[in-house]
């Protein structure tokens, strides 16, 4: 698992997942030109990348990609109708409404920022027929069903409360993407681009704390080796 970039953990996941399918040697001196390549043209200085285009981009280069959601179907399309609206509705009253102005999300102390109202990425999600859709699911049936050898999970979530860890920086969220590789007697085998224990063995009561902690539903990706 390739060591982060302060900020930039998305990326070291994403180096992550094609080391263990392909056997590469990606590490923390590639993050920006792993991301460059992998963004297909997007890419901006200190503009980071989320589960999403993660998921989009390993369904480009040949993986099978799940998004799943314990959102609706509904629920993304009124983001993609009026990303604007659905933005400034969904952070108006939001814990975390202080890092977002203007539609975008500003975060790490200022070093990497999200373009909420940017709907490309979801829109080629919901338009390829590639990518499989699951709605209103959740993380331990899907993980269950689907670990194997062949198979890894992206896991957006708050690092804060993952690992228990107080709050000690005010410009930093804690929003963080980790790797997982199962499930077993109710812990998740997590793999983390930060300084953390490789694999740690987390419980799924606080993993699913985690992931719930920005919003009271989740999303997160499934990655499996199909030739």
């Given amino acids: 698992m390739p060591e982060s970039y302060y900020g930039y953990c998305s990326t070291a996941c994403f180096m992550g997942v094609l080391n263990y399918f392909w056997y590469t040697q990606f590490n923390m001196k590639d993050t920006r030109d792993v991301m460059k390549i992998a963004k297909m043209g ?32 509904e629920n993304d399309l009124d983001y993609v109708e009026d990303p ?11 814990p975390y409404k202080k890092y977002v102005k203007d539609g975008v999300w ?29 709605y209103n699911t959740d993380l331990v049936s899907i993980v269950k069903q689907y670990q194997n050898e062949d198979t890894l999970f992206i896991l ?27 499930y077993k007697d109710g812990m998740f085998e997590i793999y983390d681009p930060g300084p953390y224990k490789k694999p740690d063995f987390i419980p799924q009561e606080r993993v699913l704390k985690a992931m719930t902690e920005v919003d009271q539903n989740y999303d997160f990706i499934v990655v499996k080796n199909e030739v």
């Avoid at 604007?84 to 939001?94: D, L, Q, T």
């Avoid at 975060?107 to 979801?122: A, E, G, P, R, V």
């Avoid at 957006?156 to 920086?169: A, E, G, M, S």
């Fill in 106 to 134: 500003t975060d790490m102390n200022w070093n990497n920022s999200f373009d909420l109202c940017d709907t490309y990425i979801m829109k080629k999600i919901l338009e390829t027929e590639e990518i499989e859709k699951l």
């Fill in 156 to 182: 957006p979530l708050n690092r804060y409360v993952l690992y228990d860890q107080p709050r000690d920086d005010d410009g930093i969220s804690g929003w963080h993407v980790v790797l997982c590789k199962g």
């Fill in 42 to 73: 997007r890419y901006k200085y200190w503009t980071g990348w989320d589960e999403f285009e993660m998921g989009y981009a390993l369904s480009r280069i040949g993986f099978k990609v799940i998004y799943v959601t314990s959102w609706s179907y």
């Fill in 84 to 94: 604007v609206g659905y933005i400034a509705k969904k952070y108006e009253n939001h």
